[in-house]
Nanobody, 122 residues
Framework: QVQLVESGGGLVQAGGSLRLSCAAS????????MGWFRQAPGKERLFVAR????????YYADSVKGRFTISRDNFKNTVYLQMNSLKPEDTAVYYC???????????????WGQGTQVTVSS
């Protein structure tokens, strides 16, 4: 079992920055790929970014490329999402996950965090 706890969400003006953290406990953190999804009110949960277990590869949704950076510290069992140049359309609940990918690159989520709210005002 892996427990994931997100933090760092909040209210920020457009153009500002936030850094989300996801602290993991339980089974070996470094065994898992990690990442972030987000869900806006009334919309489906969408992929934002992911990072491989080693931290050697990262992947981003087109909507956040060049603005968001995902990283991880396997000694601290924590994954981060640095969000810069935030836009009102980035407003959502952000969920951390631990999981893997299948042979065609589809994300397989084993564990979810509880989510953290990010609100970007215009």
């Amino acid at each position: 079992q892996v427990q994931l706890v997100e933090s760092g969400g909040g209210l920020v003006q457009a153009g500002g920055s936030l850094r989300l953290s996801c602290a993991a406990s339980g089974r070996t953190f470094s065994n898992y790929g990690m990442g972030w999804f987000r869900q806006a009110p009334g919309k489906e949960r969408l992929f934002v970014a992911r990072i491989t277990w080693s931290g050697g590869s990262t992947y981003y949704a087109d909507s956040v490329k060049g603005r968001f950076t995902i990283s991880r510290d396997n000694f601290k069992n924590t994954v981060y999402l640095q969000m810069n140049s935030l836009k009102p359309e980035d407003t959502a609940v952000y969920y951390c996950y631990a999981g893997s990918t299948d042979t065609i690159g589809s994300i397989l989520v084993d564990y979810w965090g509880q989510g953290t709210q990010v609100t970007v005002s215009s």
